[in-house]
């Protein structure tokens, strides 16, 4: 990798669900450092799912001295953009001390308490969020059933680690496109309503400014230039949420354009011309674009993107290099259909629409099947699912324009990639990068040091639908659907 010119630094940090990325830029827009660390999860009980905001706070630090030393000596000039995953929540005082763990939308103790809260304010929700209320339902959980006994500052992780790095509660802020999930704002303002954050149970003075991406949020405390190598007050930025940035990084402009971000949490994008062609409803969430006037229509699993490695590290054993390469090829011999093994993808609750009773299983197993069925049953589950959200969008009167870009830990699969593509009758572009959001915020932020901005990202494989395969697809993904109705009673 190239050294920085002249002590100039951009630097990033991606707070995802399952590591904390830094990558380190130079003014000509080349990589020049990376480094991560691992979030460390725990499940104390059932449908919990919870993260140390402190550790995670000294993680990321330990990864932006990693890419300090890396990147060259004395980096003098430049800045730090945060960005990470826009639903969940972590409550700190004013001290910046966390009176909660940071709880993802994995963490699905709060499902009843989002249940109320569409029953009560839906359509306010609805008409003005416009998403479903992950950070609303987890507050008002939090006030009624989690034990919090004071009122502190709800943050998103990516906020709370950026005010960490500024050692003050008076950095706090939310970015626009990170409003999607708070269930407690009106997108079209860009302002925290109060009606929806009085139905939390919670109050505005109690949530963070809000601001646009690529807002100086202030400059690093001396503890953490001690420990970066930065020096003190070297600035730190409000990057956009994590979805917005990598869309922004395969350049998603165009009405009808689709992505899919087949991470953790998968979903289906599609661009709209305007606010007024992006409605909510449910099933269909809306969020703002990095540049202001984008917005773009969701439709989503719930942590399902994260099936296929759970399964391969649980239940196959020897795969835990080049996983995918691995299980891909054994699952690939197996016939369309998975030998009449269908798997339901939902162990955290059905998404899109949303549905937080429902859970996974497998159905029609026998003494025949084997790991390699089962993950391929996983898949094709998967696939039957996209296919819905597909057909979500198109109930808007948007009109969905292939091909569909792919991106995220699920696109290095070439056998679910081709799954997708057949099932939806679809081409599917993968584009095989883990560091989209990374790129997205640093195009941002570069274009407003006017550094020149690193490349777009490059399409890395194709597939095309295969049609009697398609035709195939179409009657297992109804047959699919006609289990799920009576699955979802069952469960």
Request: aromatic share 6%.
């Amino acid at each position: 990798m190239s050294q920085p010119a002249n002590g100039h630094c951009l630097i990033v940090l991606d707070v995802g669900s399952s590591s904390i990325k830094a990558a380190a830029f130079d003014p000509a827009g080349r990589s020049t450092a990376t480094a991560s660390r691992p979030v460390h999860t725990y499940s104390p009980q059932a449908d919990s799912v919870i993260q140390d905001p402190r550790r995670m706070a000294h993680d990321a630090i330990a990864a932006i001295a990693e890419v300090v030393l890396k990147a060259g000596p004395d980096v003098r000039d430049g800045a730090i953009a945060v960005t990470g995953q826009m639903g969940g929540v972590v409550v700190v005082n004013r001290k910046l001390r966390p009176l909660t763990p940071w709880l993802s939308t994995l963490d699905t103790r709060s499902a009843r308490a989002a249940d109320s809260l569409m029953t009560e304010v839906g359509h306010t929700i609805l008409d003005r969020n416009r998403a479903a209320p992950f950070m609303a339902s987890k507050l008002r959980w939090l006030r009624e059933y989690g034990g919090l006994q004071s009122e502190g500052v709800a943050l998103l992780i990516g906020p709370y680690l950026a005010a960490a790095l500024c050692g003050s509660v008076r950095a706090c802020i939310i970015d626009r496109t990170s409003l999607t999930w708070t269930g407690m704002a009106d997108i079209a303002r860009s302002t925290w309503d109060e009606e929806l954050v009085a139905a939390a149970g919670w109050s505005t003075d109690a949530l963070p400014a809000i601001v646009e991406p690529g807002f100086v949020v202030g400059g690093i405390d001396r503890a953490a230039s001690r420990v970066t190598g930065l020096p003190m007050g070297f600035p730190v930025i409000a990057g956009p949420g994590d979805q917005a940035a990598s869309l922004s990084a395969i350049q998603l402009t165009s009405p009808g354009r689709i992505a899919d971000t087949a991470a953790t949490f998968p979903m289906l994008v599609m661009t709209v011309s305007g606010l007024d062609q992006a409605r909510a409803c449910s099933g269909i969430d809306v969020m703002a674009g990095v540049d202001l006037g984008r917005w773009h229509l969701l439709s989503y699993m719930l942590g399902t993107g994260a099936l296929p490695s759970w399964w391969g590290e649980h239940f196959w054993p020897g795969v835990e290099s080049a996983m995918f390469d691995h299980m891909d090829a054994a699952a690939r011999a197996i016939e369309v259909g998975a030998n009449g093994l269908v798997a339901v993808p939902h162990f955290s609750g059905r998404g899109s629409p949303p549905d937080s009773t429902m859970k996974g299983g497998l159905i029609g197993l026998s003494w025949s099947h084997r790991p390699e069925h089962v993950y391929r049953a996983f898949l094709e589950g998967i696939a039957y699912e996209y296919r819905h959200l597909l057909r979500l969008l198109s109930s808007t009167g948007g009109v969905p324009v292939g091909p569909v870009v792919a991106f995220g830990g699920g696109a290095h699969s070439a056998l679910l990639s081709q799954i997708k593509a057949d099932v939806l009758g679809l081409e599917y572009r993968r584009v095989m990068r883990g560091d989209l959001t990374t790129l997205g915020t640093a195009r941002l932020v570069a274009r407003l040091l006017g550094w020149h901005l690193p490349p777009l990202a490059r399409v890395n494989a194709r597939h095309i639908p295969r049609q009697q395969i398609h035709r195939r697809y179409q009657m297992l993904a109804d047959r699919y659907d006609a289990l799920l109705d009576a699955w979802g009673y069952l469960t």
